[in-house]
């Protein structure tokens, strides 16, 4: 096993922490229940705070993350906006090319933003022409 430099090993004991704490939320729903157990945890991290030998630091660590494993939550919380939470990419942010595809009295309500819009697609137009060439028929059928 090699022994992980101390900015990768600092992430590494940092992220263990971290959802050691999510994991203790999840069992322990009542806030002063899980501060008890929480302290009890940082109290098991910080007793290993000072240790010098790298292949024990890595050793703990590997124990820490197996005990984690073995301990999680059935289902663990998470926050909603979060991946896997229940609101998670529920609000569909439409692309740009949309607007394509407005009434031209639509289009009218917004005259300023519709003008600089045009002139941004013709720049990148110009650009994508200079950086990759003009678009033939040919690659229109591929």
């Known amino acids: 096993m090699s022994v ?9 004991v940092c992220t263990l922490y971290k959802k050691s704490l ?3 939320e999840s069992w322990y729903e009542r806030r002063h229940v ?6 009890l945890m940082r109290d098991r991290f910080d007793k290993h ?3 010098k030998d790298p292949t024990k630091i890595a050793q703990l660590v590997v124990d820490g ?13 998470k926050f909603a906006m979060s991946p896997g ?9 439409p692309p740009d090319w ?7 009295l639509e289009k009218a309500h917004f005259p300023e933003y519709f003008a ?11 650009w994508w022409e200079k950086q990759y060439g003009k678009a033939t028929i040919e690659d229109s059928h591929h």
Do not use: C, I
């Open 98 to 104: 949309v607007l394509d595809y407005w009434h031209p």
């Open 85 to 93: 939470g229940v609101a998670f990419e529920r609000e569909v942010v």
């Open 49 to 51: 705070r000072n240790e």
């Open 4 to 12: 992980p430099t101390a900015s990768a090993h600092v992430r590494r």
């Open 65 to 77: 993350e197996r005990e984690l494993f073995e301990t999680m939550h059935y289902q663990p919380k």
């Open 116 to 126: 600089r819009r045009e002139k941004r697609k013709q720049e990148y137009t110009a």
């Open 34 to 39: 899980f501060r008890y157990h929480a302290t």
């Open 22 to 24: 999510r994991n203790l």
